[in-house]
T-cell receptor
Framework: KAGVTQTPRYLIKTRGQQVTLSCSPI?????VSWYQQTPGQGLQFLFE???????NKGNFPGRFSGRQFSNSRSEMNVSTLELGDSALYLC??????????????FGPGTRLTVL | AQSVAQPEDQVNVAEGNPLTVKCTYS??????LFWYVQYPNRGLQFLLK??????LVKGSYGFEAEFNKSQTSFHLKKPSALVSDSALYFC?????????????FGTGTKLQVIP
């Protein structure tokens, strides 16, 4: 089975722009979670989608949004980029929602640099 | 609120020696516990998890972890360290069934295996 794929792998943007990141989960997985990883803050949970519905959300401003499509693929969008948004954005998929203790499988991440 | 602590930012161990990476947690009820490993510029890879049952959990690459309810710990261990084990290790916890609680990750422990 193919693993979790994320596109693009690297992205350079300037402040004020917006960006869309994409995640394709493992076939059959219905849950997709997004995380932001930075050296200072570690892994911070952004949101989880299950069956096209946002099930949980972390403490991030409204500039961060996401969605999930009927084929379980997910996108996250960051508007009005700030320098502090530079990070590795990780997507993880699992069979069921996080509430079931299902194992999350991570993609390689998208490295976003905001100049 | 649930939380997880990895008290050591870095652990150094000589190749061939046993290794331990510490993790303690705080959660209401019985937890789900996970260990992940991250190599440079990569996503997280699942190592093992505790849901219920035997307190000693065996995982990938010869790693194991022991669930200790009284000490609220879930330390990662390996009998004989390899240089290739050098990486960043994350412990994660999720509270018991009910609701849609997210998974909370620790801050990570960098393991350095010295040849």
């Amino acid at each position: 089975k193919a693993g979790v794929t994320q596109t693009p792998r690297y992205l350079i943007k300037t402040r004020g722009q917006q960006v869309t990141l994409s995640c394709s989960p493992i076939s059959g997985h219905r849950s997709v979670s997004w995380y932001q990883q930075t050296p200072g803050q570690g892994l911070q949970f952004l949101f989880e989608y299950f069956s096209e519905t946002q099930r949980n959300k972390g403490n991030f401003p409204g500039r961060f949004s996401g969605r999930q499509f009927s084929n379980s693929r997910s996108e996250m969008n960051v508007s009005t980029l700030e320098l502090g948004d530079s990070a590795l954005y990780l997507c993880a998929s699992s069979l069921g929602a996080q509430g079931g203790g299902h194992t999350q499988y991570f993609g390689p991440g998208t490295r976003l640099t905001v100049l | 609120a649930q939380s997880v602590a990895q008290p050591e930012d870095q652990v150094n161990v000589a190749e061939g020696n046993p290794l331990t990476v510490k993790c303690t947690y705080s959660v209401s009820g019985n937890p789900y516990l996970f260990w992940y490993v991250q190599y440079p510029n990569r996503g997280l890879q699942f190592l093992l998890k505790y849901i219920t049952g035997d307190n000693l959990v065996k995982g990938s690459y010869g790693f194991e972890a022991e669930f200790n309810k009284s000490q609220t710990s879930f330390h990662l261990k390996k009998p004989s360290a390899l240089v290739s084990d050098s990486a960043l290790y994350f412990c994660a916890v999720r509270g018991p069934l009910g609701g849609y609680q997210k998974v909370t990750f620790g801050t990570g422990t960098k393991l350095q295996v010295i040849p």
